[in-house]
């Protein structure tokens, strides 16, 4: 039994149940309803199988439950937006194309990009798009925002994208659309989604049996730094102070990592798929 936590359109539950058929099951958790309903089409020639349910990542212990599972063989998260999400220009997540400032995963939650960027403060924008975007001229953007929606309230992607790309300075050629952090900071505020991702991965750990794998896929250092220091300490095991002469504690390491150095994709990869050029992946095996 194996658990696609972050089903998004299904390819990589496609894959999974490829191997482990017949025999296998996998089950497959979404909280997007254009999610669930696309991987359920994919998934349909695997029959019972594949189980789909609409549901956060974080609920991943209820789910197990309602199933009568207590331990499984293996567990992938693949962090951040889905391609179908940013492909969907109604859904509010790519500024490549004019759609409504929305950018929610579950749109049964009441909070939408919108909200946030007409009525923050100047002050706590700047420090969500510095903290979740990294980006260093997030005061300037903020008071970008602040002075456009005076005139009218932003409700588009495009129009928030032409703030951005204004309020920063032009210095020749740039990587990355100026607007790209921005759209990252306001994308996780709207889902939360650094919220809970080390108490997930303590759950997801705890229902692993012996042997089994975990996976992780990121997108950017602030999913990627959560994810590197929790396994880097469950596989080390004792946490004595470093200058215990010998160990107290009595703790034995969870895990053993499967990737010491950091896996990205290939040349070839990134080619095929342009939004995998900032995939890192992290895996590690159940002590």
Not at 68 to 83: E, M, N, P, R
Not at 144 to 165: H, M, S, Y
Not at 250 to 275: C, D, F, Y
């Amino acid at each position: 039994m194996y658990v696609d936590a972050t089903l998004g359109g299904g390819g990589h539950a496609e894959a999974i149940l490829e191997r482990i058929i017949p025999g296998g099951r996998l089950i497959g958790i979404d909280r997007d309803d254009d999610a669930t309903a696309e991987a359920s089409r994919r998934l349909q020639r695997f029959g019972e199988a594949a189980v789909i349910v609409r549901e956060n990542f974080t609920a991943i212990k209820e789910v197990l439950h309602s199933l009568g599972l207590s331990q499984v063989d293996g567990i992938l998260f693949d962090l951040g937006a889905s391609s179908m999400q940013f492909e969907n220009a109604d859904r509010g997540f790519s500024f490549a194309a004019a759609g409504p400032l929305d950018m929610r995963m579950d749109r049964r939650q009441p909070v939408t990009a919108a909200e946030i960027v007409n009525r923050r403060p100047e002050e706590e924008l700047a420090g969500l798009i510095w903290r979740y975007g990294e980006e260093r001229w997030s005061r300037r953007i903020a008071r970008a925002i602040v002075e456009a929606r005076r005139e009218q309230p932003i409700a588009t992607t495009g129009r928030l994208a032409t703030i951005v790309r204004r309020a920063l300075p032009r210095r020749g050629h740039m990587r990355i659309d100026p607007a790209t952090r921005t759209f990252q900071a306001l994308r996780i505020l709207v889902n939360r989604e650094l919220e809970g991702l080390d108490r997930f991965i303590e759950v997801a750990i705890r229902r692993l049996q012996a042997g089994a794998r975990f996976v992780v896929i990121t997108f950017h250092s602030l999913e990627d730094r959560i994810v590197k220091h929790f396994l880097r300490q469950r596989a080390r095991g004792c946490t004595c102070p470093p200058e215990f002469p010998v160990c107290v504690c009595g703790r034995e390491p969870e895990l053993r990592i499967l990737t010491p150095k950091l896996l990205r994709p290939s040349a070839r990869e990134v080619e095929l798929n342009p939004r995998a050029s900032s995939a890192r992946l992290r895996a590690a095996v159940k002590s």
